[in-house]
């Protein structure tokens, strides 16, 4: 499998395997995980109202999926969960959605890019800001691919690396 393929698939099977093996201490179940993207991150609350203790650990739940690149959920997670509930599973299934990602794969490997630029945003500490702007600018070629979502993500850490 190409590594765009397996940067879509692998992190899916391994939260949903570890949410079904409770394998994360406070972790989420398949709803929630399953509703990922479907409503953006999530964080967008009064700021004027203290958290619940349910809006912290949806946050760290939804931050959890965000580390692991996992921005959406689509019938892959969902036949995943099927298969995880049940132990059944249709192997005509899995090559139908592998085949799909392999006719996406340039909207995968798009998002890969995208992933990998927010991550050295986020986590580089020794990549100045200047690198990270020709980073972005390598971007705008395969901006038409990308969602919406990921693209405002990418545009305010733009906005925040400018004001810094």
């Not at 949806?58 to 965000?66: A, H, I, Y």
Request: with cysteine; glycine share 6%; hydrophobic share 40%.
């Amino acid at each position: 499998m190409e590594e765009a393929i397996q940067a879509r698939v692998v992190p899916s099977i391994v939260l949903f395997s570890a949410i079904h093996s409770r394998g994360i201490d406070d972790g989420p179940d398949f709803s929630f995980a399953l509703s990922a993207g479907s409503s953006g991150l999530g964080f967008e609350r009064d700021s004027s109202k203290e958290p619940t203790d349910k809006d912290r650990r949806e946050d760290r739940w939804r931050l959890l999926m965000r580390e692991l690149s996992i921005n959406e959920c689509d019938e892959f997670e969902q036949m995943l969960v099927e298969f995880l509930e049940s132990g059944l599973f249709d192997p005509g299934k899995i090559k139908g959605f592998i085949s799909r990602y392999i006719d996406e794969k340039e909207q995968l490997e798009a998002r890969e890019a995208a992933n990998k630029f927010l991550f050295r945003v986020i986590w580089d500490h020794r990549r100045r800001d200047d690198q990270l702007v020709a980073d972005a600018t390598s971007l705008v070629p395969i901006a038409a691919l990308l969602d919406p979502y990921v693209v405002t993500e990418i545009d305010e850490a733009l906005k925040e690396i400018k004001g810094a």
